[in-house]
């Protein structure tokens, strides 16, 4: 329990550039897993493919908060409000 919760620290030190990294990260690795299914492979290694690029989604995805923090996702939220209220202003003129 104390090696998770030492991974936890370092993992809030880093700076909001490497949370930024980690959620790109985590939409390729989704997108990855999903996209593999169109391979002309087994079934078998359809599945393992799906679970590891999966795993790494998640891994990412988990991680990408914990680098962020409730501060970091805010600021994200707020950034992709702004552009999406601003396209739709200047889609209206």
């Known amino acids: 329990m104390d090696s998770i ?13 490497s949370g930024i990294i980690a959620v790109i990260a985590c939409v390729v690795f989704y ?11 087994s079934v078998a290694a359809k599945g393992a493919l799906w679970v590891i690029f999966f795993g790494l989604a998640k ?9 962020l923090g409730k501060a970091g996702i805010e600021s994200l939220r707020k950034r992709s409000f702004l552009r999406n209220c601003l396209k739709n202003r200047d889609n209206l003129s």
Not at 5 to 17: M, Q
Not at 31 to 41: E, R
Not at 59 to 65: E, L
């Open 5 to 17: 919760k030492r991974i936890k620290v370092w993992l809030g030190t880093l700076s909001y550039r």
């Open 31 to 41: 997108v990855i897993s999903f996209t593999q299914m169109l391979l002309p492979i």
């Open 59 to 67: 891994t990412a995805q988990y991680s990408a908060i914990i680098i």
